[in-house]
């Protein structure tokens, strides 16, 4: 049984440009969460989406946005790359109802 | 604003001994707290977890205890063991239908043999 799938691992981004991450949850998931970790830091919520809407958002700009598929699958995408945005993004799932997260291993963003 | 607070980035133990990682939380609306281990290119793991109504929760090697009037939880590691090494995280949670939980910036544990 697959967990959570996250591609690609490791990104090298310019600044300004754009950069989509994908994620695939766990079987039996229907919600997908994501989070940025930065260097020494613990992992900071992005939002969180389900039945294919943005369900909550932490404080991030609108330069981050989401999508959720009709098979659970997500995209995190982000505009106009900034020096800042360099770090590890993780997608966690879970189910409606239940807690407990699954995360997936991570993307290594670096902008450059 | 860090709601929930690991002070020591990091921990260094003998293998056979105990190890205690601290949390501090400042949100006394969380009702639910959880700790992940996270190794080197993997994401997190749960690991443990409290409610709130509870002072205690034992798996194991592992041990949370609760503190609520301090806002306080230590996860205690007994004995350690080498494998133990990784980054430890304590989240916490509001109460509410989206199980969003609320990081620290993780304690970095280092178990040698």
């Known amino acids: 049984d697959a967990g959570v799938t996250q591609s690609p691992t490791h990104l090298i981004k310019t600044r300004g440009q754009q950069v989509t991450l994908r994620c695939s949850p766990k079987?039996?998931?229907?919600?997908v969460s994501w989070y940025q970790q930065a260097l020494g830091q613990g992992p900071q919520f992005i939002f969180q989406?389900?039945?294919?809407?943005?369900?909550q958002r932490g404080n991030f700009p609108d330069r981050f946005s989401g999508h959720q598929f009709p098979n659970y699958s997500s995209e995190l995408n982000v505009n106009a790359l900034l020096l800042g945005d360099s770090a590890l993004y993780l997608c966690?799932?879970?189910?409606?109802?239940?807690?407990?997260?699954?995360f997936g291993s991570g993307t290594r963003l670096t902008v450059v | 604003d860090q709601q929930v607070k690991q002070n020591s980035p990091s921990l260094s133990v003998q293998e056979g001994r105990i190890s205690i990682l601290n949390c501090d939380y400042t949100n006394s609306m969380f009702d639910y707290f959880l700790w992940y281990k996270k190794y080197p290119a993997e994401g997190p793991t749960f690991l443990i977890s409290?409610?709130?109504?509870?002072d205690k929760n034992e798996d194991g090697r592992f041990t949370v205890f609760l503190n609520k009037s301090a806002k306080h939880l230590s996860l205690h590691i007994v004995p350690s063991q080498p494998g133990d090494s990784a980054v430890y995280f304590c989240a916490a949670r509001r109460p509410g239908g989206s199980y969003i939980p609320t990081f620290g910036r993780g304690t970095s544990l280092i178990v040698h043999p």
């Open positions: 966690a799932s879970s189910s409606t109802g239940v807690s407990g997260y699954t």
């Open positions: 409290i409610s709130s109504i509870k």
């Open positions: 989406y389900y039945e294919e809407e943005e369900r």
């Open positions: 079987s039996g998931h229907d919600t």
